[in-house]
Nanobody, 124 residues
């Protein structure tokens, strides 16, 4: 079992930055693939970034955030981060972190554990 708690969301102007954090419980955090998802009102939840287990040497960023967002992990702190730069109004959404065993995945159904979400609002 893994419990996930996101933090770091808020209101920011377009062009600004935020860093989301997701703190995980348990002693096996490093063995989980971690993903960041977001869901805007009226839209499906989408995977925007994922990072492989252990060293985190493999990452995925969806095209709409590539070059602006960066996923990383700190296994000593049981935490995964999402650094978000050059934010746009279309980045406004509820952001979730999720965990799974196995390889990188981008489908919502592939993840077993979810946090409660943190709201990111980008004003124009």
């Amino acid at each position: 079992q893994v419990q996930l708690v996101e933090s770091g969301g808020g209101l920011v102007q377009a062009g600004g930055s935020l860093r989301l954090s997701c703190a995980a419980s348990g002693r096996t955090f490093s063995s989980y693939v971690m993903g960041w998802f977001r869901q805007a009102p009226g839209k499906e939840r989408e995977c925007i970034a994922a990072i492989s287990s252990w060293s985190g040497s493999d990452t995925y960023h969806t095209s709409s955030v590539k070059g602006r967002f960066t996923i990383s992990r700190d296994n000593a702190k049981n935490t995964v981060y999402l650094q978000m730069n050059s934010l746009k109004p279309e980045d406004t959404a509820l952001y979730y972190c999720a965990a799974r065993r196995g390889g990188l995945a981008v489908r919502t159904i592939s993840y077993d554990y979810w946090g409660q979400g943190t709201q990111v609002t980008v004003s124009s």
